[in-house]
Structures are given as structure tokens and as C-alpha cells.
């Protein structure tokens, strides 16, 4: 059973950048079917898509955080990792990754990431 | 890229049935069969319910489906349940690898 398991500070100051990454386990990342996601969800509001990645490393972002946003993948460690420059407080959310395949279908638990000094 | 437009709520009693609209633009939803509709119950992640090409994943009632016209997809929920009660995203291609979520509905079963 493939399981998403996203990991990284849960505090972050303004102005500062994002880190996280998602672990994958119980499959290879490396698989040519599947394209790797984030997506992140504010408290009380719906998702947006920020981007995917690719095993090769091609990347596909959001254009409205595309100037902030780096999705980069390690298929030597099975995960994959997403950085935010610039933080506000805007970009406080639950931060998901996921496996996309004709839709996400994989998860992980979501990772609650607050934007504060 | 702006959210798909969904309704903030819909409701029904048990036993019924409910639609669930995602508006979009000829640039995303109205171009390509390339919608997904999403599950999620507070606190958790959301799960699929449809994939893109209105296929079900394994162990999803038959009680959801999916179509579309033009720039709207829609989801109905047949003979509605208290465990259907959650919020409902839909989610599109929107060309050159780029997808976008709904705004979100929010299941209520009477």
C-alpha cells in the first residue's frame, strides 16, 4: 500500500521560505505512469494546486506562485520536495502531496504550516 | 488561473439526490474531459471520487456520477446518505500541465 507522509517545520516567518518534503514508501517514485503533487488548503478554505513534478524532474507550477515556488524530486530516496520563498501569512495552509494518475488518488495527512514571527 | 466555481452548499434529505455544478472556461473545463472530483470529511485529506474520464475508483459507490456540458461538469450523488455529508472539490486540466481546483461545496444531509 503506497503511503505519503509530507514532513517540515510547521512554523515560518514571514518573509522567510517554506521548506517541506514527502516521503514515499511502499512504491517507487520512480514509475513512469505518475507525476507528484502539492497542494495546500488555508483553514476554512478549499485547495489549490501549487505543482507537479515528474520523476525526471520536470516541473508543472501554479502560474499565480510560480515565481516562488520550487518542486524538486530525489528518486535516489524516494521523495520528492517543495520550497516557498517569500512567505506571508497568506501561505498558512495544510500542505498535501499526492500522487497524481488520472486524478490524486494517493495522499498523504496534510501538514499544517503556519505563516508567523 | 482562476478556481473553478462551484456552489458554497447543497443539500438533501436521505434517499434523494443531489448535483454538485463546477463552472469553468473554455480554456479548462469546456476543452478538455479532464475533470476529478474530490471527497473530504474535517480534518482529513480529501479522496477521490471520480478520476478524469469519469471512471470510479475501486471501492466508490455507484451512488456518484459525473458528466458535463460545455464549461459545467457536475457531480450527482444518488439516493444521498448522512456519510455523504463533507465538502466536494472538483478539479480540471487546464492545458500546458497546469490543473485547478473548485471553490468547493459543502454536503449537507438533512
Known amino acids: 500500500q503506497l503511503q505519503l507522509q509530507e514532513s517540515g517545520p510547521g512554523l515560518v516567518k514571514p518573509s522567510e521560505t517554506l521548506s517541506l518534503t514527502c516521503i514515499v514508501s511502499g512504491g517507487s517514485i520512480s514509475s513512469s505512469t505518475y507525476y507528484w503533487g502539492w497542494i495546500r488548503q488555508p483553514p476554512g478554505e478549499g485547495l489549490e494546486w501549487i505543482g507537479n513534478?515528474?520523476?525526471?524532474?520536470?516541473?508543472y507550477y501554479n502560474p499565480s506562485l510560480k515565481s516562488r515556488v520550487t518542486i524538486s524530486v530525489d528518486t535516489s530516496k524516494d521523495q520528492f520536495s517543495l520550497k516557498l520563498t517569500s512567505v506571508t501569512a497568506a501561505d498558512t495552509a495544510v500542505y498535501y502531496c499526492?500522487?497524481?494518475?488520472?486524478?490524486?488518488?494517493?495522499w498523504g495527512q496534510g501538514t499544517l504550516v503556519t505563516v508567523s514571527s | 488561473q482562476s478556481a473553478l466555481t462551484q456552489p458554497a452548499s447543497v443539500s438533501g434529505s436521505p434517499g434523494q439526490s443531489i448535483t454538485i455544478s463546477c463552472t469553468g472556461t473554455s480554456s479548462d473545463v469546456g476543452s478538455y474531459n479532464l475533470v476529478s472530483w474530490y471527497q473530504q470529511h474535517p480534518g482529513k485529506a480529501p479522496k477521490l471520487m471520480i478520476y478524469?474520464?469519469?471512471k470510479r475508483p475501486s471501492g466508490v459507490s455507484n451512488r456518484f456520477s459525473d458528466s458535463k456540458s460545455g464549461n459545467t461538469a457536475s457531480l450527482t450523488i444518488s439516493g444521498l446518505q448522512a456519510e455523504d455529508e463533507a465538502d466536494y472539490y472538483c478539479c480540471s486540466y487546464a492545458g500546458n500541465n497546469i490543473y485547478v481546483f473548485g471553490t468547493g461545496t459543502k454536503v449537507t444531509v438533512l
Open positions: 478524469e474520464g469519469s
Open positions: 513534478v515528474y520523476y525526471t524532474g520536470s516541473t
Open positions: 499526492a500522487r497524481r494518475e488520472e486524478g490524486y488518488y494517493y
